[in-house]
T-cell receptor, first 113, second 111 residues
Framework: KAGVTQTPRYLIKTRGQQVTLSCSPISGHRSVSWYQQTPGQGLQFLFEYFSETQRNKGNFPGRFSGRQFSNSRSEMNVSTLELGDSALYLC????????????FGQGTRLTVV | KQEVTQIPAALSVPEGENLVLNCSFTDSAIYNLQWFRQDPGKGLTSLLLIQSSQREQTSGRLNASLDKSSGRSTLYIAASQPGDSATYLCAVWGNTDKLIFGTGTRLQVFP
């Protein structure tokens, strides 16, 4: 069974640009969550999607958004990139919301210059 | 607000030692606790999941215990190996419907 797949693995963007990250959950998993990991803040929850609806949202500005498709694949978008957005973005999948556990992908390393 | 703390922040030990990594959380109303391993620049690998009704879980050389009432979990690594070098993260799942992570313990096992 394939794990959580995130693409691309690495990205370099310029301040002010926008970026889209993709996540394919484990087959049969319908809940996808996104986390941001930085050396200073650790792992922070961005948002969770289930049945193409955002169920839960962390404390991030509106520049961070996401969506989920009918096949459970999810995308995360960051607009007007700032240097502070440089981070490892991790996607996690669970069978359903409130499952109480998650499996993570390898992450997308975003560098904003 | 749930807060998760891991002690120590870093640990360097010779190969073969038995290790204990600690995780504490402020709100005991959790459903599950999950231990992860993260290699540099990589994603998270789930090691052990302890449900709130359980007291411990074992996988190979790893054993994790959970004491909900005191808000503590420990990860025991037996006979450590250089390949165990990584950052270990604990995370709790409570009524906020998301994982709350600790700051991690960076482990180095040298030959």
């Amino acid at each position: 069974k394939a794990g959580v797949t995130q693409t691309p693995r690495y990205l370099i963007k310029t301040r002010g640009q926008q970026v889209t990250l993709s996540c394919s959950p484990i087959s049969g998993h319908r809940s996808v969550s996104w986390y941001q990991q930085t050396p200073g803040q650790g792992l922070q929850f961005l948002f969770e999607y289930f049945s193409e609806t955002q169920r839960n949202k962390g404390n991030f500005p509106g520049r961070f958004s996401g969506r989920q498709f009918s096949n459970s694949r999810s995308e995360m978008n960051v607009s007007t990139l700032e240097l502070g957005d440089s981070a490892l973005y991790l996607c996690a999948s669970s069978p359903t919301p409130s499952q109480g556990y998650a499996f993570f992908g390898q992450g997308t390393r975003l560098t904003v210059v | 607000k749930q807060e998760v703390t891991q002690i120590p922040a870093a640990l360097s030990v010779p190969e073969g030692e038995n290790l204990v990594l600690n995780c504490s959380f402020t709100d005991s109303a959790i459903y599950n606790l999950q231990w992860f391993r993260q290699d540099p620049g990589k994603g998270l690998t789930s090691l052990l999941l302890i449900q709130s009704s359980q007291r411990e879980q074992t996988s190979g050389r790893l054993n994790a215990s959970l004491d909900k009432s005191s808000g503590r979990s420990t990860l025991y690594i037996a006979a450590s190996q250089p390949g165990d070098s990584a950052t270990y993260l604990c995370a709790v799942w409570g009524n906020t419907d998301k994982l709350i992570f600790g700051t991690g313990t960076r482990l180095q096992v040298f030959p």
